[in-house]
Each structure stands twice: as structure tokens, then as C-alpha cells.
């Protein structure tokens, strides 16, 4: 391919602009170029920003060699700038030698910091510290929320946001960084436009990714410390283990209906995740906070002692949480903190370790997140299997059975809360929460067409597979579960 070519393959590229340079870009922390390699990138720059481009590039157009580029977080120097073409969504990030220090802090910075400053702990050094940190939060949800907002808040200079998912209405309870007008929108998109609001100062890169083995060491390099805002064990250990071969601190937080944990880990000389948590617990042993729920303001809690953590950790102030675990009990006003030591024999972190790559996290802890479905409770005999493909039907079929004069039992195994808050009582629907199945096989009928459902179709799913394999063959899925009948036939029942 020849230059000319090269240059008509172009695609909109996100340029970080380091905070001694934005004089010269009219104080922007970013700027989009059109371009199609790191050359005609360059040379957009140069027509847009030529005061800024007079301190990038040399006479002879070649970059100073006290100034560094990164392509999508790859260094390129060494390399032809014409030969590195570019990608969809490409971000070039200008990375020169400082000589140590800091600028001195602006008017409007020690106004709009000044109840921090005026603490001796912190000062204005630890100002200037917190304004050249970066930090990566993984999960813009409920722990990602608070951790972002008050990062942003107190003036970190670059904050990354990664998460793949669009905003829900279930979302807003405890999610504080997205609104109404928010939903259906990409919760990056949502949560930069939030903080931007909140501080223009700082620069927020935003990752609209799911962060797997594929993609985690390159999302993660470069950053000073990564937040855990996670919400399912294969990304926790996948960040744990990332953060550990990358030799960046992780700030820990988990959350489950009205407890909390929040720990410091991969810090230098402390434990990692897994000096705790060695393994992941067992498929269903710890359902997620859409099948368990959790109070809308323990988040803010867990959330707000992340960001406190991460603080801490740039300023090099107080004692971290690096070799103790904090346990937050919100329905007992109760915090704990327990001891624990880095394991010299852990997998990851230890004095030999054996993982020194990353892997399929999905298959170590025995679920999959990529299409949602749940770990089972049940333990099914070894070797059955159920019929493939297996009959189930959705929420039309049902109606369509049920208008056609059928009376099958309608078998809800939902918990409590959630059957009080939607049900199909006026259908004759009977509630046999999972956790109650098998000690109560004797009140489902053997003979009697049953279907099943919960919230989605997914835990019903594993209580058909159970039933097949006590010896019930007239059992059958609600595909789509509840919601999909309040979607389907009865939108007067809420979709949660």
C-alpha cells in the first residue's frame, strides 16, 4: 500500500494531550484528529496545533526524542510512523520527560480544592500529586460510581473508565453516575459526561469494553492504579492476576445485599486477591446482585472507602488497606478489620509462581459472563444430560396454551422479595424458591405439567435440568422468565 492509499484509510483518533503541553492545544486534555497513521496524525496536529506541534516534532518533522508516543498504549517509537497505520476508535497519547515536580497549582485549582488543601496531611503537594496520577476504574456501576465521582472530584488528573454495558433502569438505584435521560446509553459515554461536568480539569479516557484475557494487559499498562469495580469473580481474578504481573496496586471492593469488603492488593511486599481467595467458590454458592440484591446505598459506602483508598495510595498519606481485609456489615452499623499476609506459596504473587500468564477465567471459575448465565446450585447425577434441543416456550406460547383452555401448574422459584414484587398469582402461579427445591420434591406433582420460571429464565433453567434428573419428564422452561411475560403479554407487571 502506498502513502497516498494510507492516507485515504482514515479514522477519527483520540490525541491525550499531557498537562504541561495544553497551553499549546487550547487547554484541552483531548483532541480528535482525523487521520490514518501515526504520521498523518502528526501532521494533523501540526495544522491544527503548530505551537504544539513546534515542541512534538523536530525541524526535520521526526518526534523529539524527549517526547514518546503511544498507539492504543503501545510505545511506537523505533518505529515508522508512515507504516503504523490506524485503526477504528485509536487513541494517541503524548508521553514527555518531566524533570520531577509539578506546576504550581492555578487560582481556580486552589479555589475549587481548597478544604483539602487546608488539610496538613495532604497540603498542596499532595495536590500536585493527585493532579499527575492516573487511575483505570474497571466497572462503571455501583462501587464505580461513587470511587469515579469523588477521584474526579478531588482532582485526579487522568481517570479511565471501562465497562461494556448500556444503562438499565435497574441500574439507577445505586448507580449514581447515570441519570434517566442516561438510559440505553453506553455507561462510558454516561459517566464521562458526568464527570466532565463535574471537573473539566481532568481528563477522562473512557473504554466501552468488556475487559478479558485478550485485552486486559494492554487496557491496564500505563496506569498508576486500577480500581475494582467488578462485579462477577472471572473479571476479579482476571484484574487481580493482571495487576500483579503489571506491578500496579489494586483497590479492592465487593458488595452483596447489606455487606461489604475493601482491601489494597498488588501493593509492593502485601497479598494479592488471591492470598485470600486462592479458588473461586463454587458454581451458586454467591449469586450476583440481580439475583440477590443489595441495598441501593451500600455501594456508595464500599465506594466511597475505594476512592479514600486510592487517595491515600497517590499521596502517600495515612496506612493503606495493603494486608487487611475491611468487613462492612450496613444492617449492623458494623466495620471489622481483619489481618491477612501475602502466601509465599500463592499461584500468582508468590515466591514460585505457576500463573504467569493470563487465561480463561470464565472456564477457571466455572461460569460464563458473556452470556450471563448463572452457575447452578444443584448437584445433577454424573453423567445426565438433557434432551437437545429441549422443549421450552416463551411468553406468547404460554399465553397461547393458556387461551387454549391448558392448566399447567406454573412453578415460580424466585426468592420471596422478588415474588412480592411481581407474580403471576392471578394465573394460579405457586412460589418454590430454589433454595427450598430440594428439601420440598414432594410437593411438585409428578405427573402434572409444570413450567417453571424466575426472573429472566436462567435459574428456572437449572431447576428443570435438577427436576429431569430426579425423574420429572413433564417439566418445561419459561424462556424469557417473567419479564419476558411482562414485556410479551402483561406490560402492567414491572421488568426488574
Known amino acids: 500500500m502506498n502513502s497516498q492509499d494510507r492516507w485515504a484509510l482514515v479514522a477519527e483518533v483520540r490525541v491525550h494531550i499531557p498537562?504541561?503541553?495544553?497551553?499549546?492545544?487550547?487547554?484541552?486534555?483531548?483532541?480528535?484528529?482525523?487521520?490514518?497513521?501515526?504520521?498523518?496524525?502528526?501532521?494533523?496536529?501540526?495544522a491544527a496545533y503548530p505551537a504544539l506541534a513546534a515542541r512534538l516534532l523536530a525541524d526535520d518533522g521526526h518526534v523529539r526524542p524527549h517526547v514518546n508516543l503511544f498507539l492504543d498504549g503501545r510505545s511506537v517509537r523505533g518505529l515508522d510512523p508512515s507504516e503504523l497505520n490506524i485503526g477504528a476508535a485509536a487513541e494517541l497519547?503524548?508521553?514527555?520527560?518531566?524533570?520531577?515536580?509539578?506546576?504550581?497549582?492555578?487560582?481556580?485549582?486552589?479555589?475549587?480544592?481548597?478544604?483539602?488543601?487546608?488539610?496538613?496531611?495532604?497540603?498542596?503537594?499532595?495536590?500536585?500529586?493527585?493532579?499527575?496520577?492516573?487511575?483505570?476504574?474497571?466497572?462503571?456501576?455501583g462501587l464505580g460510581s461513587p470511587v469515579a465521582l469523588y477521584l474526579a472530584a478531588a482532582g485526579v488528573g487522568r481517570i479511565g473508565i471501562v465497562d461494556g454495558d448500556l444503562v438499565e433502569v435497574s441500574n439507577l438505584h445505586r448507580q449514581i453516575l447515570h441519570d434517566t435521560p442516561s438510559i440505553g446509553t453506553q455507561k462510558t459515554a454516561s459517566a464521562g459526561a458526568r464527570l466532565r461536568a463535574l471537573n473539566p480539569e481532568?481528563?477522562?479516557?473512557?473504554?466501552?469494553?468488556?475487559?478479558?484475557?485478550?485485552?486486559?494487559?494492554?487496557?491496564?499498562?500505563?496506569?498508576d492504579i486500577v480500581v475494582d469495580g467488578c462485579d462477577n469473580f472471572p473479571t476479579r481474578y482476571l484484574l487481580n492476576d493482571a495487576c500483579v504481573l503489571l506491578n500496579i496496586p489494586l483497590v479492592y471492593g465487593a458488595i452483596h445485599r447489606f455487606e461489604g469488603q475493601a482491601s489494597v492488593f498488588a501493593a509492593e511486599?502485601?497479598?494479592?486477591?488471591?492470598?485470600?481467595?486462592?479458588?473461586?467458590?463454587?458454581?451458586g454458592f454467591a449469586p450476583n446482585c440481580a439475583e440477590a440484591g443489595v441495598l441501593g446505598s451500600l455501594p456508595g459506602i464500599v465506594g466511597s472507602i475505594q476512592a479514600t483508598e486510592t487517595i491515600k495510595l497517590i499521596a502517600g498519606i495515612g496506612t493503606p488497606l495493603i494486608g487487611r481485609l475491611l468487613l462492612i456489615d450496613a444492617l449492623g452499623?458494623?466495620?471489622?478489620?481483619?489481618?491477612?499476609?501475602?502466601?509465599?506459596?500463592?499461584?500468582?504473587?508468590?515466591?514460585?509462581?505457576?500463573?504467569?500468564?493470563l487465561a480463561d477465567y470464565e472456564l477457571f471459575c466455572g461460569e460464563s459472563t458473556e452470556d450471563g448465565v448463572e452457575p447452578s446450585p444443584f448437584v445433577i447425577p454424573a453423567g445426565f444430560k438433557l434432551p437437545v434441543p429441549f422443549p421450552g416456550l416463551d411468553a406468547l406460547e404460554l399465553k397461547?396454551?393458556?387461551?387454549?383452555?391448558?392448566?399447567?401448574i406454573l412453578l415460580d422459584v424466585r426468592d420471596l422479595a422478588e415474588h412480592a414484587m411481581s407474580n403471576l398469582a392471578d394465573l394460579g402461579a405457586v412460589s418454590l424458591?430454589?433454595?427450598?427445591?430440594?428439601?420440598?420434591?414432594?410437593?411438585?406433582?409428578?405427573?402434572?405439567?409444570?413450567?417453571?420460571?424466575?426472573?429472566?429464565?436462567q435459574r428456572s433453567m437449572q431447576a428443570v435440568e435438577f427436576l429431569h434428573s430426579r425423574g420429572y419428564v413433564r417439566i418445561f422452561n419459561l424462556t424469557g422468565g417473567i419479564n419476558g411475560w411482562a414485556r410479551d403479554v402483561d406490560p402492567s407487571l414491572p421488568v426488574y
Open 433 to 457: 424458591p430454589m433454595e427450598e427445591l430440594e428439601r420440598r420434591l414432594d410437593e411438585i406433582d409428578y405427573d402434572a405439567e409444570t413450567i417453571v420460571f424466575c426472573r429472566t429464565g
Open 19 to 46: 498537562l504541561p503541553l495544553r497551553a499549546f492545544a487550547d487547554g484541552e486534555a483531548t483532541v480528535s484528529v482525523e487521520a490514518g497513521s501515526v504520521d498523518s496524525a502528526l501532521a494533523a496536529l501540526r
Open 202 to 223: 481532568v481528563e477522562i479516557v473512557e473504554f466501552p469494553l468488556r475487559v478479558d484475557a485478550s485485552n486486559a494487559l494492554q487496557t491496564l499498562q500505563g496506569w
Open 269 to 283: 511486599g502485601g497479598p494479592c486477591y488471591r492470598c485470600l481467595f486462592r479458588d473461586p467458590p463454587p458454581p
Open 400 to 408: 397461547e396454551l393458556l387461551d387454549a383452555g391448558r392448566q399447567p
Open 333 to 357: 452499623g458494623d466495620y471489622r478489620s481483619m489481618e491477612i499476609r501475602r502466601d509465599p506459596d500463592c499461584r500468582v504473587c508468590g515466591d514460585d509462581p505457576e500463573i504467569t500468564e
Open 93 to 141: 497519547t503524548i508521553v514527555p520527560s518531566i524533570a520531577g515536580g509539578a506546576p504550581e497549582l492555578s487560582r481556580e485549582e486552589r479555589l475549587r480544592y481548597h478544604r483539602q488543601l487546608i488539610l496538613p496531611e495532604l497540603g498542596v503537594e499532595g495536590q500536585r500529586r493527585l493532579r499527575t496520577a492516573s487511575v483505570l476504574i474497571v466497572g462503571a456501576g
